[in-house]
């Protein structure tokens, strides 16, 4: 079983600590072709001597681990089913190659995301392909919007930072959301055996300064509504959209 994070940066940084704690620094390995800049150091987990030295390669010399110095795309690992993807990607087509990943290669995903105050994550599996499950029904973006691709030679590092700034609380946030998600699917539900009912089970968590919400598979086909009391509306996001097209750069 491996862990690839994807992307180094104000997620990746803060997620390989903790779960070099959880699953083994022998079993992660950090992916992103990203150099780190000095305007990276307002948030991101690297010290002034990393300037200037690839994400991947810094943290993974400094918790012990593996890197990989490249964009992550379709095709570029061979994985296997016992794997898992966690993205902390800054861009849709990144997030896009993920899924299409887990479609092929029938492992495991998590995408993490966030904007100023206002962070997520979400857990997709190939038997959920095309269904309300699926990432790419409930945020269609996915596969249209190629926005900040870091593949693309005119891509400007740092450009969507600018555009829409970050907190290292929201950072934070979007990576604990995530790692709630990988405990749960990854280390708790192999055990309960395989006739076990998930109707109730977590597949997507969502954060703001205000609220806390939980979307289980049973509720899939009611997107975006709150679980809790019967008649409870979720509020808005303090940023005034959602999370899915948030940036880490």
Request: glycine share 6%; proline share 6%.
């Amino acid at each position: 079983m491996r862990v690839f994070i994807i992307g180094g940066g104000g997620g990746g940084s803060w997620l390989l600590p903790s779960m070099c704690m959880l699953v083994g620094r022998k079993h992660l390995i950090i992916v992103d072709r990203d150099k780190l800049t000095q305007k990276n150091l307002n948030r991101q987990l690297f010290t002034e001597e990393d300037v200037g030295k690839n994400k991947a390669v810094a943290l993974a010399e400094r918790y012990h681990c593996e890197a990989l110095p490249i964009w992550y795309t379709l095709g570029c690992i061979d994985l296997t089913r016992d794997d898992w993807l966690i993205s902390c990607a800054d861009n849709h087509p990144c997030r896009l190659a993920i899924l299409r990943s887990v479609d092929q290669f029938k492992c495991r995903a998590i995408i993490a995301a966030n904007e100023k105050t206002s962070s997520e994550a979400y857990f997709y599996r190939r038997d959920w392909r095309d269904t309300p499950l699926d990432p790419r029904c409930y945020y269609p973006d996915i596969e249209t919007d190629d926005t900040d691709d870091p593949s693309r030679p005119e891509t400007c590092t740092g450009e969507a930072q600018v555009a829409t700034p970050q907190l290292v609380s929201a950072n934070v946030m979007a990576i604990s959301l995530a790692q709630w998600l990988y405990v749960f699917w990854g280390m708790k539900r192999p055990g309960m055996g395989l006739n076990v009912d998930e109707s109730n089970f977590p597949y997507h968590y969502r954060a703001n300064m205000t609220m806390l919400e939980t979307f289980r598979i049973k509720d899939a086909n009611k997107s975006f509504e709150l679980v809790g009391e019967p008649g409870t509306e979720p509020e808005p996001t303090p940023d005034g959209a959602s999370a899915a097209g948030a940036v880490y750069a």
